[in-house]
């Protein structure tokens, strides 16, 4: 009898899932062997496709979706797989903007289930994960859709990931910064080696902007394979002309030529995203790809990537931002100070237990004046009166909703027309927030 889709996701997830579980640190759990083994025996759907490879702590689906905006633009079929999702898990595999449909889901799942059971039984190399899983059908679906390119992000770091199975193009290493530090090492430089392991023998890597540790790490790399490292910040540049809270417009000097470019997204980091898409995208061109300038412009103006400082409503103001670690914190204050003007600011926010809350504090607590602390269903949510004694020592008073659907209602009683607020702390957060905001008319 034929799965139906709640099936099917339970299924996928009745595997080890290092999303909502402690990930172990040792790379015997992250064997890349079984996901070959896997993608052999379902006849080698990675590649298949042209694949543009991202690796980074920060900045990954931003860059990921401009690229595959400018491809399709420029008349490619073009999928996308990135992580987590936002309100479905349909939202990792996509091709030309199009979420697969349930029905996809079950029958790739269908049909991986009799292979996955052999390779676990056996379990040569360990047992499959539910991301190692979803990376399969990734690939599955896009060589059924015939996609001319791939775009990859990674799942966790990059020499181990799933992921990391790709004949790449191209190969993008976005902004370091700290997370995953159990699995990925506690200093940039370990964190950066671990992205780094994306970089191959022949194959042109980008670099964003890099503090000087993880900089010297991917110089160092790419010396030791012998390829070009094309760097934003040194070979490809960018400035900032002007911005409005929906939008910026910003120049980008490539190697092959001046962008005058728009995108929907703010905060200044968007613009170190959007000049690392240009890099990538004239690599491509290097290659023959038939990509214009036109295709850059049109490409980065129609980009789509929700939650991030995405308003929600007007009046009073309410933004999601799926910040979760220090520096995005950071960025998240710059940016709301920057491009948004308000009298007082509401904070709804709630946390992973990995994540660390004392330092995303002190970031965002400067321009709070009160504080709602929630968490998601998710296993991993941090307990609320640890983010509460953390705004309390910076002397902002929190309190505690015991989820997003009393948080938001809370948050909207207490602002007055010209106040805003802030729903972030991580992309879980971000989506229930979303979710309640649908159910209460205030998005479609």
Same mark, same amino acid.
């Given at each position: 009898?034929?799965?139906?889709?709640?099936?099917?996701?339970?299924?996928?997830?009745?595997?080890?899932?290092?999303?909502?579980?402690?990930? $172990?640190?040792?790379?015997?759990?992250?064997?890349?062997? @079984?996901?070959?083994?896997?993608?052999?025996?379902?006849?080698?759907?990675?590649? #298949?496709?042209?694949?543009?490879?991202? /690796?980074?702590?920060?900045?990954?689906?931003?860059?990921?979706?401009?690229?595959?905006?400018?491809?399709?633009?420029?008349?490619?079929?073009?999928?996308?797989?990135?992580?987590?999702?936002?309100?479905?898990?349909?939202?990792?595999?996509?091709?030309?903007?199009?979420?697969?449909?349930?029905?996809?889901?079950?029958?790739?799942?269908?049909?991986?289930?009799?292979?996955?059971?052999?390779? %676990?039984?056996? /379990?040569?190399?360990?047992?499959?994960?539910?991301?190692?899983?979803?990376?399969?059908?990734?690939?599955?679906?896009?060589?059924? #859709?015939?996609?001319?390119?791939?775009?990859?992000?990674?799942?966790?770091?990059?020499?181990?990931?799933?992921?990391?199975?790709?004949?790449?193009?191209?190969?993008?290493?976005?902004?370091?910064?700290?997370?995953?530090?159990?699995?990925?090492?506690?200093?940039?430089?370990?964190?950066?080696?671990?992205?780094?392991?994306?970089?191959?023998?022949?194959?042109?890597?980008?670099?964003?902007?890099?503090?000087?540790?993880?900089?010297?790490?991917?110089?160092? @790399?790419?010396?030791?394979?012998?390829? $070009?490292?094309?760097?934003?910040?040194?070979?490809?540049?960018?400035?900032?002309?002007?911005?409005?809270?929906?939008?910026?417009?910003?120049?980008?000097?490539?190697?092959?030529?001046?962008?005058?470019?728009?995108? $929907?997204?703010?905060?200044?980091?968007?613009?170190?995203?959007?000049?690392?898409?240009?890099?990538?995208?004239?690599?491509?061109?290097?290659?023959?790809?038939?990509?214009?300038?036109?295709?850059?412009?049109?490409?980065?103006?129609?980009?789509?990537?929700?939650? @991030?400082?995405?308003?929600?409503? @007007?009046?009073?103001?309410?933004?999601?931002?799926?910040?979760?670690?220090?520096?995005?914190?950071?960025?998240?204050?710059?940016?709301?100070?920057?491009?948004?003007?308000?009298?007082?600011?509401?904070?709804?926010?709630?946390?992973?237990?990995?994540?660390?809350?004392?330092?995303?504090?002190?970031?965002?607590? $400067?321009?709070?004046?009160?504080?709602?602390?929630?968490?998601?269903?998710?296993?991993?949510?941090?307990?609320?009166?640890?983010?509460? /004694?953390?705004?309390?020592?910076?002397?902002?008073?929190?309190?505690?909703?015991?989820?997003?659907?009393?948080?938001?209602?809370?948050?909207?009683?207490?602002?007055?027309? %010209?106040?805003?607020?802030?729903?972030?702390?991580?992309?879980?957060?971000?989506?229930?927030?979303?979710?309640?905001?649908?159910?209460?008319?205030?998005?479609?």
């Amino acid at each position: 009898m034929s799965m139906n889709y709640q099936q099917a996701l339970d299924y996928i997830y009745s595997f080890v899932d290092y999303e909502t579980q402690a990930r $172990p640190r040792d790379a015997a759990y992250y064997d890349l062997r @079984r996901v070959d083994e896997l993608l052999e025996k379902v006849g080698n759907p990675h590649l #298949k496709a042209k694949t543009v490879h991202l /690796a980074g702590t920060k900045g990954k689906g931003s860059t990921a979706a401009m690229i595959t905006s400018a491809l399709m633009d420029a008349g490619y079929s073009t999928g996308l797989f990135t992580s987590p999702h936002l309100l479905t898990y349909n939202e990792r595999i996509r091709v030309n903007d199009e979420l697969i449909s349930n029905e996809d889901m079950i029958m790739l799942t269908e049909k991986l289930q009799p292979i996955i059971t052999d390779i %676990n039984e056996r /379990a040569t190399y360990g047992k499959l994960t539910t991301f190692e899983i979803m990376t399969a059908m990734g690939f599955m679906y896009f060589e059924m #859709k015939h996609v001319d390119f791939q775009v990859v992000e990674v799942g966790l770091g990059g020499r181990l990931d799933a992921t990391n199975v790709v004949r790449p193009e191209v190969t993008v290493l976005t902004t370091i910064g700290y997370d995953h530090m159990e699995v990925l090492g506690d200093t940039l430089s370990l964190i950066a080696g671990e992205k780094a392991g994306i970089m191959k023998p022949g194959v042109t890597a980008v670099a964003s902007q890099q503090l000087p540790d993880p900089d010297k790490v991917f110089e160092d @790399r790419a010396a030791e394979l012998g390829i $070009p490292l094309i760097k934003v910040g040194r070979d490809v540049l960018w400035e900032s002309t002007s911005f409005s809270d929906m939008n910026q417009m910003f120049r980008v000097k490539g190697r092959h030529c001046e962008y005058n470019l728009t995108i $929907p997204l703010v905060g200044e980091h968007q613009l170190i995203n959007a000049a690392t898409a240009v890099a990538a995208l004239e690599v491509l061109q290097d290659k023959g790809y038939r990509i214009t300038s036109e295709h850059i412009v049109h490409g980065l103006a129609n980009v789509k990537w929700p939650g @991030r400082l995405q308003i929600l409503q @007007r009046k009073p103001l309410l933004v999601v931002d799926g910040a979760h670690t220090i520096d995005s914190a950071r960025r998240a204050r710059e940016s709301l100070t920057r491009y948004f003007t308000f009298d007082k600011a509401i904070l709804i926010i709630g946390s992973s237990m990995d994540k660390d809350i004392t330092g995303m504090v002190n970031e965002l607590a $400067p321009i709070f004046d009160k504080v709602i602390v929630t968490r998601s269903d998710h296993p991993r949510a941090m307990a609320s009166d640890r983010i509460i /004694a953390e705004f309390h020592k910076k002397g902002v008073e929190g309190a505690a909703a015991k989820n997003v659907a009393e948080a938001l209602p809370l948050a909207l009683s207490m602002a007055g027309e %010209n106040d805003m607020i802030v729903a972030t702390g991580s992309l879980f957060i971000v989506a229930k927030v979303l979710e309640e905001a649908q159910k209460r008319g205030i998005i479609r």
